[in-house]
């Protein structure tokens, strides 16, 4: 069964690092998404894209953040300057009609 | 703006049990679709079960199956004969139609007692 996937699974930066966090979307789906998740919070939109290009962002995405399509398969989310705040599990998602579907996560810790 | 309130931050069933988690949600859109989503220890999300809000009849998927009230805005996932498996956080999710983005609720933590 096709599924989304993420790596790495766990990424321990500095504060004030680059880190960019991969994604490999359902091969088929034509859009996708990053959500956040704070250790005990709920899930959180961050942002979607579309046809090459951000349909919508949150207001959580701001200029630290950016998201490419870099080939055919996979999709980045780049944090350009880390901070404490940015912990969080970071779920990749690709959508069609049937629903979203989420990639296992890529747990961040910023030090 | 959308929301979706889950008003039981934890709930506990025996094994083979029923249990029922509860959701709610605003919105002024008629077409939107309503999603359960399962969240183990793993911290993986898994779609348990989707509604069309122009669907009158509730979906259903195997064990699970929800009780969906447009006029109340309600949708409630219903897991029967619970097995320890399907302890893990809950999570009741809203899009509208052609909009891109889930609105997650808080989340319900059930546990399974044997």
């Known amino acids: 069964e096709p599924e989304v996937t993420q790596t790495p699974s766990h990424q321990v930066t500095q504060m004030g690092q680059e880190v960019i966090l991969r994604c490999v979307p359902i091969?088929?789906?034509?859009?996708f998404y990053w959500y956040r998740q704070i250790l005990g919070q709920k899930v959180e939109f961050l942002v979607s894209?579309?046809?090459?290009?951000?349909?919508?962002k949150s207001e959580i995405f701001d200029d630290q953040f950016s998201v490419e399509r870099p080939d055919g398969s996979n999709f980045t989310l780049k944090i350009r300057s880390t901070k404490l705040e940015d912990s969080a599990m970071y779920f990749c998602?690709?959508?069609?009609?049937?629903?979203?579907?989420f990639g296992p996560g890529t747990r961040l810790t910023v030090l | 703006a959308q929301t979706v309130t889950q008003s039981q931050p934890e709930m506990s069933v025996q094994e083979a049990e029923t249990v029922t988690l509860s959701c709610t949600y605003d919105?002024?859109?008629?077409?939107?679709?309503l999603f359960w989503y399962k969240q183990p220890p793993s911290r993986q999300m898994i779609l348990v079960i989707r509604?069309?809000?122009?669907?009158?009849q509730n979906a259903t998927e195997n064990r699970f199956s929800v009780n969906f009230q447009k006029a109340a805005k309600s949708f409630s996932l219903k897991i029967s004969d619970s097995q320890l498996g399907d302890a893990a956080m809950y999570f009741c999710?809203?899009?509208?139609?052609?909009?891109?983005?889930?609105?997650f609720g808080q989340g319900t933590r059930l546990t399974i007692n044997p």
């Open positions: 999710a809203y899009t509208i139609q052609g909009a891109q983005k889930l609105v």
């Open positions: 919105t002024s859109e008629s077409d939107y679709y």
């Open positions: 091969s088929n789906h034509l859009y």
């Open positions: 998602a690709s959508s069609e009609w049937q629903g979203m579907f």
């Open positions: 509604q069309e809000a122009y669907k009158q």
């Open positions: 894209f579309y046809n090459n290009e951000i349909s919508e």
